[in-house]
């Protein structure tokens, strides 16, 4: 009997112990662990008077609608502004002369079709090399983009100074509007029914637009060279009648009035 009252009580002095030791924890930390003893901030007195806000300046040395902020420590030598690239800049004089080396090709002619436009051309670094900025000057490799409307497809054309190096088509690409295929919009806008007789004395405009793909069906002019044109009264004017035109098939899909603006 003796044995087994030790036992008993040395297993209540342990379950005493464990429940005091626990109990002591538990008050001690938070739901995260230990709890930190606050941190002493020093309370700092308000300034009587409240600082002025700074007033953000801008200088009148910039275009008509864009206007630069004047900026502590700015640089207003003219020495230190920042200046067009002349020598990477292909001329108009330089372009003509790709363009008619390329578009006399019987490889680029066939590749494009009867029916396309010139997008736009630049300089590109050699293969394997990386050229920027003041250093792409330094490179004779040009290339032109073009775009088959009887293809719908892109088409690149690498060129090193009048000769051509490769033509390659681009699937699915669709380089940025170019002056072609704004004034081909255009023209064709100003020949459909719904705007004939009222738009030629408004300027039109030109942005390249994406018709969605649909579950059910596809909008109209989806992955074709589509063009979203709009007519004002000068460069700045609101838009007052608009339309959607497919390069691709070369013709309107939609146009119409643009409602008024208040």
Not at 204 to 216: A, C, E, K, N, T
Request: aromatic share 6%; hydrophobic share 35%.
């Amino acid at each position: 009997m003796r044995p087994q009252g030790v036992r008993r009580n040395l297993l209540l002095c342990l379950v005493i112990g464990l429940s005091w030791g626990c109990s002591l924890d538990v008050g001690s930390r938070g739901p995260f662990g230990p709890e930190d003893p606050e941190t002493a901030v020093q309370k700092v007195k308000l300034p009587e008077k409240t600082p002025s806000p700074h007033v953000l300046q801008f200088t009148g040395e910039d275009t008509v609608g864009h206007h630069k902020p004047k900026m502590a420590g700015a640089a207003f030598d003219a020495a230190v502004k920042r200046s067009t690239n002349a020598p990477a800049v292909l001329t108009s004089s330089e372009v003509a002369t790709l363009r008619n080396a390329a578009e006399g090709d019987s490889r680029v002619t066939k590749l494009l079709g009867s029916r396309w436009a010139f997008i736009d051309a630049d300089r590109i670094p050699p293969e394997g090399k990386i050229s920027f900025g003041c250093c792409r000057h330094t490179t004779d490799l040009i290339r032109l983009v073009y775009y088959s409307y009887s293809q719908n497809v892109a088409v690149e054309v690498h060129m090193k100074e009048a000769n051509v190096l490769s033509i390659s088509r681009h699937e699915g690409y669709q380089p940025p509007e170019g002056r072609q295929d704004v004034q081909r919009g255009i023209e064709l806008a100003k020949a459909d029914s719904r705007l004939a007789g009222k738009v030629e004395q408004l300027q039109g405009h030109g942005l390249l637009m994406q018709p969605d793909r649909g579950f059910f069906r596809d909008d109209p002019g989806y992955a074709h060279r589509t063009i979203w044109i709009t007519f004002s009264q000068g460069q700045d004017g609101d838009p007052k009648y608009w339309a959607v035109v497919d390069l691709t098939e070369d013709k309107v899909l939609e146009a119409g009035e643009e409602p008024p603006r208040s």
